[in-house]
């Protein structure tokens, strides 16, 4: 069965530092979706990233980056320079056939940029 | 990005009133809209399956009578919490998109059911 785990319940860390949010999945197609959502206190979800399974390049946006290793079964995904408007809750998500392509989320991390 | 509305933002009712949230995507067609409820400090857990034209599907363990959703356009679900207890009292959030491609998420309704 698909699985996705954030082991990291919540990360506090202060303004500049960098830091990883982890995510690691399970699934058992060969064809599928990871993406990660930002969850700010407002409570709206915003879409940051959707890799497909055939798709392992990194990639960086502005402060954002993803790390993809199927060897691995993870997405992580690390924030350099955090700021506090970075502070929200991450959600990392998989779909696949299996599941119809809806979204299988994980538990979410908790992330604290303190100024 | 797409755009996904979703109104009300909040709604405070009494115990045993129905309760209708709206969820409209703004700037694309779906076909497929989605229903999650949300817990505090919980991930997201869903609901149902709006498709349009067509009957809703429900996850296992969700009422169907007592959340009504009804997908009549392309571009608008609605969920109606009929008869609401305070348990019902939750963040609902719907999003839109296509299987395989990415869900993009309204803003989310608190419902508070005194």
């Known amino acids: 069965a698909q699985k996705v785990t954030q082991a990291q319940t919540e990360i506090s860390v202060v303004e500049k530092e960098d830091v990883t949010l982890d995510c690691v999945y399970e699934?058992?197609?060969?064809?599928?979706?990871l993406f990660w959502y930002k969850q700010p206190p407002s409570g709206e979800l915003v879409f940051l990233i959707r890799?497909?399974?055939?798709d392992e390049q990194n990639e960086i946006s502005g402060r954002y980056s993803w790390n993809f290793q199927k060897s691995t079964s993870s997405f992580n995904f690390t924030i350099t320079a955090s700021q506090v408007v970075d502070s929200a809750v991450y959600f990392c998500a998989l779909s696949d056939m299996d599941s119809n392509y809806q979204l299988i989320w994980g538990a979410g991390t908790k992330l604290i940029i303190k100024p | 990005g797409a755009v996904v509305s979703q109104h009300p933002s909040r709604v405070i009712c009494k115990s045993g009133t129905s309760v209708k949230i709206e969820c409209r995507s703004l700037d694309f067609q779906a076909t497929t809209m989605f229903w999650y409820r949300q817990f505090p400090k919980q991930s997201l857990m869903l609901m149902a399956t709006?498709?349009?034209?067509?009957?809703?599907?429900?996850e296992q363990g969700v009422e169907k009578d007592k959340f009504l959703i009804n997908h009549a356009s392309l571009t608008l679900s609605t969920l109606t919490v009929t008869s609401a207890h305070p348990e019902d009292s939750s963040f609902y959030i719907c999003?839109?998109?296509?299987?395989?491609?990415?869900?993009?998420f309204g803003p989310g309704t608190r419902l508070l059911v005194l």
């Open positions: 709006s498709n349009e034209g067509s009957k809703a599907t429900y």
């Open positions: 699934t058992r197609d060969t064809t599928y979706y």
């Open positions: 999003s839109a998109g296509k299987p395989q491609e990415t869900q993009y």
């Open positions: 890799r497909n399974s055939f």
